[in-house]
């Protein structure tokens, strides 16, 4: 019995804790690169792959794919974007093929691991912004309410 509950137990917390990003990807994606030089140097990044995520912008289903405008946020340690204002600008994600914009919608957190092919001007505003460009081989989009805020509880079902 303690067994079946050790293995119950392991299995989980292993998944609980699991990486949103497949192994294979996130083991051909840059690990320790400057983030802020992707941003700044999209063209000296041309080709790699990557894992970036944040809130969601806008959407926009064109003839080649959609597009989604990201508002960059870094991870946490599960590849979900993290709840904070801080960011290093807005990336465009390009998905071969039709997304329902009205899921991909404004205010959604997303996950993206895949290609960076460049940057690609696009109005913001009264300015011309430089987005930094990524194609899409894996995307995870989180659910609304899907944060888990630190709680402590005291018994079962029982927080504050």
């Known amino acids: 019995m303690k067994r079946l509950l050790l293995v119950f137990s392991l299995t989980f917390f292993t998944l609980g804790c699991a990486h949103i990003v497949s192994q294979d990807l996130r083991d ?32 926009l289903n064109t003839q080649e794919g959609t597009y989604i405008e990201v508002v960059e946020k870094p991870l946490d340690y599960r590849g979900r974007p993290r709840y904070t204002d801080q960011s290093l600008g807005r990336f465009l ?23 960076v092919i460049g940057k690609k001007v696009r109005p913001l505003g009264e300015i011309n912004y430089h987005y930094l460009l990524i194609k899409s081989r894996e995307l995870h989009l989180l659910q609304p309410g899907q944060r888990m805020p630190i709680r402590f509880g005291i018994g079962i079902w029982q927080s504050f």
């Open 93 to 115: 994600i390009f998905h071969e093929g039709f997304l329902d914009i009205a899921i991909y919608s404004e205010g959604r957190d997303i996950t993206v691991a895949g290609e």
């Open 28 to 59: 051909r994606a840059v690990k320790e690169f400057p983030t802020a030089s992707l941003f700044k140097e999209p063209k000296a990044h041309k080709g790699k792959i990557v894992i970036l995520g944040g809130s969601i912008v806008s959407s």
